[in-house]
């Protein structure tokens, strides 16, 4: 998908943010961002929004079949705190979700990049932070063992992604819970082992969840390389829907691309990246321009500088988007921008 219209440049300033109804590669507006505001928090109409953000982080998957359900909800994007060291995300945290059909027959896909937390909050009703510890790395090694009313049903086998030659498709084992037991907020916490469910339980609450790596030869793209190191970790959550119906959700997740940069018609990304937040981040967090130039250059990005103590620097007018833009005061950094 490419952008309709040519945009000016991305740029962090003091400009207001687009609000959380925008989706700019839809909308054809340009985002801005506050000045030290490098977390994201947003819904947008497409996926194609959530893969503009992550790219570099992880890939963005969608599902290609969805039992009859129309998606019903925008796709929400958080990343928060946001660690990258080499080009690889190391801590953080972060989400990519969006819902299907209905709270009595339908779905919700929640994604993360591999190496970052479930983002969490208050405002946030995901069954995995609603009031009980999940939120971590590993949740799914001790999912059920911390809500009763959750048992297993067993591990299923699928291939998911585009084929070999593209380097996405992944081969996984992916684990299939469904909700039969009783709830009760005195129950003690159970092992996994000692509640089993039936597949025809999944009507009655069904989840699954797997990771997929990325697998293929190498790229020279940075962002490509970055999503090779990263992988993705998927959990279909769904009521009203049977086993069947579930697993298929869950094994039709097709990678989304980016969209696609064309610059000898001026057609510009409209999202920053949120591996180019976090590196504006850190190098505006690293003391010194030295600091901040060995930050990017392990991220795998370009550095150039836009003015020195108010002295405009001689930069180039072309648009990379393996690129950050620092403006220096005192040796240090005091802001950043993309492109």
Not at 315 to 334: L, P
């Amino acid at each position: 998908m490419c952008a309709a219209t040519a945009l000016t440049m991305v740029a962090i300033s003091s400009v207001s943010a687009l609000h959380a109804s925008d989706d700019p590669v839809t909308s054809g507006k340009t985002e801005y961002i506050q000045p030290k505001s490098y977390d994201v928090s947003n819904s947008y109409k497409s996926y194609t929004a959530a893969a503009q953000l992550m790219d570099g982080a992880a890939v963005v998957y969608k599902p290609t079949y969805t039992a009859g359900l129309k998606r019903t909800s925008k796709v929400k994007v958080v990343s928060r705190d946001l660690e990258v060291t080499s080009g690889k995300i190391v801590g953080g945290e972060t989400y990519v979700g969006a819902g299907y059909g209905t709270k009595a027959r339908g779905f919700t896909v929640h994604e993360k990049p591999v190496g970052t937390n479930w983002y969490s909050s208050p405002e946030e009703d995901l069954f995995f932070c609603a009031g009980i510890e999940m939120c971590n790395p590993e949740w799914w090694r001790d999912f059920p063992t911390l809500d009763p009313e959750w048992g297993k049903v067993g591990n299923v086998k699928f291939t998911v992604g585009e084929p070999d030659t593209t380097g996405e498709q992944s081969t996984v084992i992916a684990r299939v819970y469904a909700k039969c037991g009783v709830k009760s907020s005195t129950s003690q916490a159970q092992e996994a082992a000692d509640l089993r469910c039936e597949k025809s339980d999944v009507a009655n609450g069904g989840l699954v969840s797997y990771t997929l790596k990325k697998s293929g030869s190498e790229s020279k793209n940075r962002a490509e390389d970055d999503k090779a190191k990263t992988g993705t970790n998927v959990v279909v959550e769904a009521k009203g829907i049977n086993f069947d119906e579930l697993t298929n959700v869950a094994s039709s997740m097709q990678p989304v691309p980016p969209p696609t940069i064309d610059n000898s018609v001026g057609l510009f990304q409209l999202l920053v990246p949120i591996t180019h937040r976090s590196t504006c981040r850190e190098g505006i967090d690293s003391g010194t321009l030295a600091n901040a130039r060995q930050i990017a250059k392990a991220n795998g990005l370009r550095v150039e500088i836009v003015s020195i103590d108010g002295i405009p620097q001689t930069v180039t007018a072309d648009w990379r988007t393996d690129r950050v833009r620092f403006t220096v005061v005192g040796g240090r950094v005091v802001d950043c921008s993309y492109g």
